[in-house]
Every structure is written in C-alpha cells, then in structure tokens.
C-alpha cells in the first residue's frame, strides 16, 4: 500500500505524546443501587444494568435498574420529605444545604470530571473545564435563591410545586442533573431524578454527595433505568411537576402523557440551530466558532450549530478555512488531554450518525472529512463536514445529534433569516458580523431562545436556556429557570 | 390528492432575480427534486426556471435528471433589445443546455398595431431555439384588454409557439383566471382547425393550491383530459409548491401545517 | 306606521374583514321566550384555518411594532369601546343580562383594556433580565411574543371574559384567533368591529363564532398556532387539547374559571405566559485577559 499515505506519516516532525489523565484516585464501585430516602436500596426487580465506556466498550459498572414499584417509593418518600422537612425549613436553611453540595462537588471535581469522561465519552478537557465546574456553580447560584425567593417574584404569591420528577440526558450527564436540582430545590421542591441508562455514574456519585451533605432523607432521590422507569416517573399520580431534556419525540410522548392533570411540565428538547456567517465577519474567530458550534462534546449538543449559512461572498474563503481547522483536531481517547473529540456516546447513537452521513452522501452533497486516525476500539466518528447543501436536505433538517455540519450559502440579511427559522426548532442560533445593528436585526429576528453573537455553545448558570416552537418550553438557569418550579398565584 | 400531486409536477420551479447566484440556483434545484423527503411518493417539478446566465449551473445540478431547465430568454422582462441581442441571448442559452425557452413577445410594438413585426420576432426565435421547446410570454397585464390577449395568442401560436405564457412575473396583474381561460380558448380553437396542441403556462399570483386546482379544471374543461400533463401544462411559480405541499401533508395526517416544516430554497 | 327597523348581520372577522363563514352555515341565537335575537355564523374549521393564515401574516409587523405604539392602539380600542357603551350593553340584555350587571359589564371591560394597555411598554422591563455571566460577554434575556395564539372565550362574563384573555395576548405582541363563546357570540361580533376601527391592523385580531366542539380542535391541532389560552374548560376538553397540543409542542393554558369582575383575573401573568425568553449572548473585548474572548 505504498500509493496510499496518510497525512500523519506524511509530516515530518512531532507527534503529540499521550497526556493521559490519571483513573488512579477514581472511587467507582462494582454495582450501584438506587438512592431511595437518602439509602442505597436494590432494585425491587433484583435486575441491574452494565453501563460502559464507550472510548473502549469495557464495563464500568452495574446499575440498578428501576421498575414501577421502585418509582413509586421514590416519589412516595420525595413526598414525604417535602411534607414534613423540606417546605417547613427555613428558607435560609435550604440555601446553605444547596450551597454545601455545591462546594462537596468542587472538592471532587476532578473525579467528576474523570467519571464523567469514563461513561460519556467526552473529552477529559471538556469534563474539567466547563460540565463539572459549571454542575458545581449551578448548585451554587441556586443556593443563593432559595432565601430571596420574594425578590424573584415580588407582589407575587407563590409557592413551590410538591415532587419534581425529572428526565435527564446523556450529552451533559452532571450538568444536567445539577440544571434539574438545584433549581427545584431552591424553590422548595422535592425531585425524583433519572439520569440516562448510558450515562448514570456521575448522577450516582452526585447521589453520594448529597448522602455526605446530610441533606434530610428523599429530598433528593436518584433512580436509574430506562425509558420504561422514566415513564414511571411521568405518569405516576403524585408527581407534581415533570422536567424532561431530550429528544423531540419523546417530549411530545411526555406532553401527551401528562394531559389531563395538574402537572406542570417543562421541555427541553431538539434543535437544528443555525450559525449565520456573514461577509464581514471576523472569519478566524467565526471559523472558531464554527468549530466549537458542531463538534463540541461530539455534536451531542441539543443546541449544536449544525446549519452553517454562509455569506456566498466569503463562503470559499470560509470552507477554505474551517478544513484545515478540522485538519488539526484530535480525534482520540477522551481521557488523553490531546483530544478534541471524543467518544460517541453509544453504538446507537454512533449507529444514527453514520445513518446520516450516509443519507448525506446519498443525496449527493460533498462530504469532507480530515484524514485522521480514529481508535479501532470503541464508539468514533470523525468531524464531518457537508457542503453543496440546500434548505431541503434531509441532513439540514432534521437533528444528527453528532459531528455533522451541513453548509448553505445565501446572498442577503432577509434571506438567511427567513431560512434560519425555517424549521419547527428553535432552540439556538449563532450570527457573526462586525455591524452591531446588524447583530441585534438578527437577534430580534431569529426565532430561538438562546442566540450567541460572535460567539457560540456558552453557557452559565445565570443565564436562561431554552427553545421556542419544538425546541420545548420553560427556561433553564438564571432567574427564569425559578419559574419552573414554582407555582404563581 | 391526484390533483395536487398533478400540480405539483406541472410546477416550473422559478427564480428570476437580479439578485440570483449559483448558490441560490443550485439549492433550487435541490428543492426541484426533493420536494419534500419527509414523505414518500411525490413527483419532481416539471422544470426550472431561470436566466440564461444561470442555465450552466442548472444542467450541472441537474444532470441527466428528468426535470427540464426553462430559460428566460429574449431580454427578459420587457424585450427591449436588438433583434441581434434576443437572438444571441436565446443561442447562448440553449447551448448552455436549456430544454425549454421562455421569451417575451414586444408588447410596444404589438400595442403600436406592429403585428408583423410581433410575429416576425417569434419565428427567428423559435427558429434559433433548435429543439428546446418555446414558450411565448405575452405579458397580459400590459396588453390591457382580453381581445388583445386573444390577438396576441393566435400570432405567438402561428408564429411557432410550443406554448403560450402569460406573465413574466413581475408586472400586475397576471395570471388570472379571465386571461388563462381566453388563452386556453386560443389554443382550443387552434387545435379545433388543425388538431395541433398548444401548450399553457400561466405564470404570476398564482401561490395556492386553491388556484392551481382551479386552472386545472379549467384546462380539463376547455382542452380536455389530454392537456393535463406537464407536456402541455404548466404553472410558473416560485411558492406554490410549498402550499401544495402543505395541502397534501394536511389530508395525510388531518392536520393543518406550518410553513416550518417546508424547506425554502 | 311604525318605521321598520334595520337589522344587523352578524359575521365573523378574519384579517380585517368581515366575511361569512365559508361553509353558509348559521345557527339561531334564541333570547327569552325562545325568540331569535340573530342568525350568527355557525364557522368551520376552514373558517378557523382562515384565520391562522390571516393571524400568522400580521404577527411579523404587530410583533415588530414598538412596545409604545401597540399600547397606543390597545388604549385606543377602550376609547372606541367607550363610545359604543349603549350598543354593547343592549346586546348584553339582549343575551340575557340585567342592565346593570350589563352596565357593570361594559365598563370593567373597557378599564381591563386601559390595564393592559399601560403594560404594553413595561412588562419588558420587568420580566427581561441582565445576566450576570462567570465569562467576559455582555448577557441579557428579553421577553418575545409566543406567535400565534388560539382563544378559547370564557363561557361566562360574555364581553369581560374574552377580552381578559385576548387583549394581555395582543398587548405581548401576538396575533389571535378567538372562538367567541357559543352562548354569547354578539358581543364578540360587536367587539370586532370596535377593533376594526381602533387602528388594531387586520389579522391581528381574528374572532369566528360557532360550536367549541367544531372550532377549537382544528385550532389546537393546527401546527402554525403556537399556544392556546382559555379558561374554565371541562377536564375532558382541556385534557384532548392538552393532547393535541403535543403535535407541536404547542404551549397551553387553562385558567381556572374565575370571577372576571375581580382585579385579581388580571395581571401580569396573563401576557407573561405568551411570552418566550430569548437570551443573547456577546463577547466584551478583554485585551490581555486570561480567558479566550470568543
């Protein structure tokens, strides 16, 4: 195979040596139970579940699996804590135990952020520097809340909803968990929470964090399992309030499920979020932007910039640009600190991508991707990038969920705007321009609830998250984010 | 849902803008052949449509694919340009690889009683087109009264015509239904005499299904059965086939639509 | 002789204007006695689909408007209401009121309206935010209408009722489809053409009269509306909106029934719920500062 050179061995020079982050300090144990009423019991059922690192397919651990039974002594003691502890504690009081789960998680970060990149599969750098220290500053905004709760709805009588049953994904596992708690425990709530079936650990070691706070028993409960116990969680009578981030379909399931009661529900779902390139932008920073838009976190980003509208004037120019800057991204082991993109987060999912990019190529758009090596073990995609796309690609509609970015040209403002919200999402949008009134034509005009100008995929604790249209409703984070979980009267 | 399908395919997907690129071009085309890959089973668009200047682009995305590609031609809009000009500009896009010529008749010289003149004009284009089919737009709305439609009708049929084209868009009125009915009687007393067909292409407000269905039967009234195919029916359109499509999803699934859920391209 | 009067025909209003309803069909208002007040149109889902389509044209322009602007044009609808007082507390009586609670009917409607018209330019203030974000950008969240809204009128407080659920609507910057209330559906009629002559531009305000059982689900089903208000509706009925809605993940709210006459059916809230938060993000230029500014 001689003719054949791969770009690597076609450089002269250096190799980066693998920076391997070490597992040694990492306390994972063999099997997990449920975190009922502040206890670790076994699954009614007696069945539990392998989770595994998909960088290299080996077990990490097994996971209780929750049935209907299970469920119901969660929420039974969720319902318990709220009626005889949690609503009757001062306000202030409530604070300082948020604050306290807080400040255990930072004191673990790093083998948060360690477990986390074993059972996600997301870069180590990623899981260091913004999931875990993010989870951590979420407790820590909330906490402040729960005390000040008058100001955040003043002249308004309010109180909080009762038991909060609460979905959670696998792209950002303890960020997730930590935009579920914290603010439903600030308003006074008390939550039954499922993590995702691939991605449960950092939940369960969350779960033993909050067993070493001394937080009163079933404030917070964590069952894990499948779609079937997060069902259990939805339908089960006592259950006041669902929140749900993940896909579309099974948002709509969920809003079907909860008709007829007094649930009050909040969605976070699907997004196909355009990134809007304009002629006068500054390319290099936007070429950043682009990069950090789709292939952050593997594309597992509900508000991936993954509709990429260039201006036609600079669109070579950009193409041009963004290729080689795919050129340079490390495609590896999520725990070497080298690494760009890590693993996909399953075979399912790894399974959906490649569907897609081959329906991408089906329907005749150019595909690139950079000539890198990807480990033979494990769940990998390269950074995949589609140009020669129109609005009517079934791959510039509907959402990959992986390192897939498809590129459309336009000519003018009206054009891209009416093709931006061109799509029953409208979770995010991205617009790069130097012109400041064009920036704030865009963001009045895009029809999503988050929209990075000359930026893009930041995220705070202060700060609302949240779609219109299909993308769900009620804001995540910030002031906002308390509505959720309080009832106005 | 026969019908709507039946427009869909009759449609001549239009872009003709100052403002028109290859990326615009390119991504139309897409759309010609996918109309709408959510759901199975739906046509193509008859063709598309566009300047001269974009016909290259076209044929490459649409290479060896049966829709057609429809060139305006003949100083589109007005047709205020030399003889020379029109026919240059009719030669180049027909080498470019357009199926079909859209040219627009002088209405100056037709509302000046310059009939010979209108005629003439047709003939050397017809004649420069070769084998792409021609379509002669009489731009009715500045030919002002019906009787003018019909004059204009029988010298574009006589001078060579493969259809007859009401509109180039951009002047109001346009397509309406007074105009497509006295044109489709043009062709029907021109096949009635000589048993050959003319083509009908009402081109210009006409962005519902609701209209489209309605000049339909008004084809299937006048010419009868076999005119109801793209070969002899068109609608010019840019946004029309987003509401058909619309309509179609809507009796599929029971549910009024959003234009979010079509691509616009 | 007596003079004969003049009768009026009672249609419904799509885009800004009054049409019948496509399908030709009526139904007979009956007052005491069993007299027929009026024939109203008995509106079909075409009729509702109508009025989505006229809804969703004028959204972009009324959404854009400024805040001042549309609280002038929602004072000026109390203003022409004011000057219909009689007519509308005739028709009141004519469904059946006493005339004072009709009275008292009219006039809390036109002060509701003078409410809402006041918060057209603050409610922003209050619900919009500046985030105080860990990175160098400058955060900020602002409150934009839902889109297109469908309303199901109150069956009881036959004007107040409505308008406490369409005006905080349109006062946010949304666009509405109201089906009038079967039971009283002249003063919607009438209310219509106030907001005909109040500078409310056509299509922002759309009102179809006719059975809840035949309007209200084409509306909640149809996938351009984006949320549905009403109040008091039976369990059932909310239930299968609630179902329905989920197609498009459509934003729903029933109300509880409530006292309309009271102050506390008003209130921000009610535009509140219409109302997504849109957050924006920018970098702020840190020369030399540790963090990477894009």
Request: hydrophobic residues 40%.
């Amino acid at each position: 195979m001689a003719k054949k050179t791969t770009k690597k061995s076609n450089e002269t020079g250096w190799e980066y040596a693998p920076s391997l982050e070490s597992i040694g300090h990492i306390d994972l144990k063999e099997s997990y139970d449920l975190f009922i009423d502040g206890k670790w019991v076994k699954p009614s059922s007696g069945k539990y579940f392998e989770t595994i690192n998909p960088a290299n397919e080996k077990v990490l651990a097994k996971v209780a699996h929750a049935n209907e039974e299970d469920v119901d002594r969660a929420v039974k003691a969720a319902r318990k804590a709220y009626d005889t502890v949690w609503s009757k504690m001062p306000a202030s009081e409530r604070a300082k135990y948020i604050f306290r789960i807080a400040r255990l998680m930072q004191e673990r970060a790093r083998e948060l952020s360690v477990i986390e990149t074993l059972d996600a599969g997301k870069s180590i750098r990623e899981s260091r520097d913004i999931d875990v220290p993010l989870a951590c500053n979420h407790f820590f905004y909330y906490a402040g809340w729960a005390d000040k709760l008058e100001y955040a709805f003043p002249i308004r009588d309010f109180e909080p909803l009762g038991v909060a049953g609460q979905i959670i994904p696998w792209n950002f596992p303890l960020l997730m968990a930590a935009w579920k708690i914290a603010p439903a425990l600030a308003a006074g709530n008390t939550v039954v929470l499922k993590p995702a079936e691939t991605t449960p650990l950092t939940a369960l070691k969350l779960a033993e964090i909050i067993e070493l706070s001394g937080l009163p028993p079933g404030v917070v409960n964590i069952v894990t399992g499948f779609g079937d116990t997060g069902a259990a969680i939805v339908e089960h009578p006592e259950v006041n309030k669902v929140a749900f981030t993940g896909s579309t379909a099974v948002g709509k399931h969920i809003q079907r499920a909860v008709a007829g009661t007094d649930k009050k529900v909040t969605l976070e779902l699907g997004g196909k979020s355009s990134n809007i390139i304009f002629e006068d932008a500054p390319i290099d920073q936007a070429v950043e932007g682009i990069v950090n838009g789709i292939f952050f976190n593997q594309g597992h980003v509900c508000c991936a910039g993954s509709r990429l509208f260039v201006q036609e004037s600079v669109a070579d120019l950009v193409v041009r640009k963004l290729k080689q800057r795919m050129d340079s991204l490390y495609v590896g082991d999520p725990l070497d600190k080298n690494t760009d993109i890590g693993a996909i987060n399953s075979k399912e999912q790894l399974e959906v991508i490649n569907k897609y990019i081959k329906i991408g190529i089906e329907e005749g758009a150019e595909m690139y991707q950079p000539n890198c090596e990807i480990p033979s073990k494990g769940y990998f995609c390269k950074p995949t990038l589609f140009s020669n796309v129109a609005q009517s690609n079934v791959i510039a509609q509907e959402e990959i969920f992986g390192p897939v970015l498809t590129i459309q040209t336009f000519r003018t403002v009206d054009e891209v705007i009416q093709k931006a919200n061109n799509s029953p999402y409208g979770l995010a949008a991205g617009v790069w321009t130097d012109k400041g009134s064009r920036i704030f034509n865009l963001t009045s005009k895009l029809r999503a609830g988050v929209v990075w100008a000359n930026t893009y995929n930041k995220f705070d604790p202060a700060s609302p998250f949240g779609g219109y249209k299909e993308s769900g409703f009620g804001r995540e984070g910030g002031l906002h984010g308390l509505r959720a979980y309080v009832k106005l009267k | 849902m026969q019908g709507l399908k039946m427009v869909l395919n009759m449609i001549d997907l239009t872009t003709l803008e100052g403002k028109d690129t290859p990326g615009k071009v390119k991504q139309m085309c897409y759309k010609a052949q996918h109309l709408h890959d959510a759901y199975t089973g739906l046509p193509t668009v008859a063709a598309v449509c566009v300047y001269p200047s974009m016909v290259g682009v076209a044929r490459k995305e649409l290479k060896g694919n049966i829709v057609k590609i429809a060139s305006v031609s003949t100083a589109f809009p007005s047709g205020q340009a030399p003889m020379s000009v029109k026919l240059e500009d009719t030669r180049f896009a027909v080498s470019e690889g357009a199926d079909e010529i859209d040219m627009v008749i002088s209405r100056g010289k037709f509302l000046a009683g310059e009939y010979n003149f209108v005629f003439d004009e047709i003939a050397a284009i017809k004649e420069a087109c070769g084998k792409a089919r021609l379509k002669v737009i009489l731009e009715t709305g500045e030919l002002s009264t019906l009787d003018n439609v019909r004059r204009a009708s029988d010298i574009a049929i006589h001078a060579g015509a493969d259809f007859i084209k009401t509109s180039t868009g951009k002047i109001q009125p346009a397509a309406t239904m007074q105009v497509t009915y006295t044109m489709l009687m043009a062709i029907r007393d021109h096949y009635d005499r000589t048993g050959i067909m003319i083509g009908m292409k009402p081109a210009g407000g006409i962005s519902t299904s609701k209209l489209a269905l309605h000049n339909l039967v008004m084809v299937k009234e006048v010419l009868g059965n076999q005119w109801l195919s793209n070969e002899w029916f068109r609608f010019g359109a840019s946004s029309l086939a987003n509401d058909v499509l619309m309509q179609i999803m809507k009796t599929e699934t029971g549910l009024y639509q959003s234009p979010d859920y079509f691509s616009m391209d | 002789m007596t003079r004969l009067q003049v009768l009026k025909t009672y249609k419904i209003f799509i885009g800004g204007q009054f049409p019948r309803t496509e399908s030709g069909r009526y139904y007979s208002l009956k007052g005491k006695d069993d007299f027929d007040i009026a024939n109203v149109c008995l509106s079909s889902r075409k009729d509702a689909r109508n009025a989505v389509v006229a809804a969703r044209k004028a959204f972009g322009s009324w959404s854009e408007r400024s805040a001042f602007n549309r609280g002038q044009i929602v004072y000026r609808i109390a203003e022409m209401l004011e000057g219909r007082r009689s007519q509308f507390i005739e028709e009141l009586q004519l469904m059946g009121l006493t005339a004072a609670n009709a009275a008292k009917e009219v006039d809390a409607t036109v002060d509701r309206i003078v409410y809402y018209a006041g918060w057209c330019d603050k409610y922003q203030q209050i619900v919009s935010s500046v985030n105080p974000v860990a990175s160098s950008h400058f955060n900020f969240s602002v409150a934009e209408p839902t889109g297109v809204v469908g309303i199901v009128a109150p069956e009881e407080s036959p004007l107040l009722g409505l308008v406490s659920l369409l005006i905080p609507a349109i006062a946010g910057g949304n666009t509405v489809v109201l089906v009038a209330s079967e039971k009283y559906p002249l003063s919607a009629v009438t209310l219509a053409e106030v907001i005909h002559s109040s500078d409310v531009p056509g299509g922002v305000i759309n009102i179809i009269t006719g059975t809840a059982d035949e309007l209200v689900s084409p509306l909640v089903s149809h996938l351009d509306v984006n949320a549905m208000t009403s109040a008091g509706l039976s369990k059932e009925m909310a239930s299968a909106m609630q179902v329905q809605a989920a197609d498009n993940v459509k934003r729903v709210f029933n109300y509880p029934a409530m006292d309309w006459s009271k102050a506390s059916s008003q209130g921000l809230s009610m535009i509140e719920d219409l109302q997504e938060i849109k957050t924006t993000w920018h970098p702020i230029e840190n020369i030399g500062g540790a963090t990477s500014s894009y």
